[in-house]
């Protein structure tokens, strides 16, 4: 869930609620990833008191937190300071806070700054990674939902080639030099390719005393194909791609723990390595279990009605990874695109509600799905349609360059591909730290 960090004082908070004057009622959102950042938008200038409640003061674009450890991107290029849309926005706020629990019955959010009264309340706080329990995985892992995992990332990757390059003990070098990747799904996939790309065209070139025989990157999938919910000769393509690459693909394998410098798979195998990636699994924020009585689902997920409002509760809205809504008996993917769309249908239903009408369930719209698997590749589907290749690799940039926030970030990024594009180099290679952060379970 959430880990979230207050820069806001109770009394300065209270100040505001006290001076403020709205002839409208107060919408409260609860996370401003990709739900509530749409629904914000759907709101704001509406005539509403908005009040936007997240630990970070950034909508952060995590489907490209991957290039910011593979030193691909600046962390600053995908992220976008909120109060940058609050000040343009009549009636809207920031807050940034920790939210401990929400009182359902007084309408209140619970926050280290104060309780946050509400009218409606748009929950929208993501999802964590999910590590079924194993421990010594979610000890020794990286995962990728927050910018400053993205930064340790990419430091130990780089110092990995530093101390191998060192390193006159042949086994311990090649443990420095292996990498486990778990989760076929396009997380996985993008990283493996972007990570392998990274090795043999600039770390290596970085590293004249490493060759690329000494070098693995293991890619270790459950299911008996990669992207699985993706059209079979698009699995295969990506799997056969990635093989060219000199990514290691291990389908049906599981990995069921991990120390600091190896990785245990399912059947006993042990693969020597120094680095665990984690992309297989994510749950419900924690906030979910703050909502006490409140159906949960599979993954701690909320289980809403079909307007993806809470049982009981017709005022509270649960969107994006933490709601379990139903579509033909399965609950709804756990991706920003669906995040999106809920965010703008709650928001839409609360501006009906607020004007006498009522909207029709909602639908999710499914317009496909794409992922890159390295230069000048990758698949995708819509509209029934599949593409793959060149073709497929143009889409995904241009779409991902489109949902970016600011102009300024949108041309940094294209700046940045271009230039990898026909130089083959990453610039920020930076290390930043020797050390890794402690190592936080719970993520946004």
Partial sequence: MMSWQSMAGLHGYKHFIRVTDMSGKRVVIAGMGFGGLRAAKVLAEK??????????????FQPL?????TAGLEQEAIAYPLRGLTRRWNGATFLLAEISGIDLEKKSVLTDSGEVPYDYLVVAAGSRTNFFGMESVAAHAFDLKRLDQAEDLRNHILL?????????DLLRRSALLTFVIVGGGPTGVEFA????????????????????????IILVEAADSLLVAMPTDLQQYAYRKLGSMGVEVMLESRVVGATAESVVLHGGTVIASHTLFWSAGVAAAELAGY????ELGSSGRVVVQPDLTIKGYPDVFVVGDMASCLDKGVPLP?????????????????LAREQGRSLPPFRYVDKGSMATIGRSSAVAVAAGLKFRGYLAWIAWLLLHLYYLIGFRNRLVVMMNWTYAYWFHERLVRLITAKKRRAVAIDSK
Avoid: C, K, W
Avoid at 47 to 60: A, C, G, K, S, T
């Fill in 193 to 216: 390719g972007a990570l392998r790309e990274l090795v043999v065209h600039v770390l290596l070139q970085d590293h004249p005393a490493i060759s690329a025989a000494e070098t693995r």
């Fill in 65 to 69: 937190l991957y290039q910011v450890a």
């Fill in 47 to 60: 005539d509403l008191e908005l009040i936007m409640v997240d630990r970070n003061n950034y909508h952060l």
């Fill in 334 to 350: 756990m991706m920003a695109p669906v995040a999106s769309q809920q965010g703008d249908y709650a928001a839409r239903a609360i």
């Fill in 160 to 168: 990995m080639f530093e101390e191998a390059s060192r390193e006159p």
């Fill in 291 to 294: 909502l006490h009585g409140v």
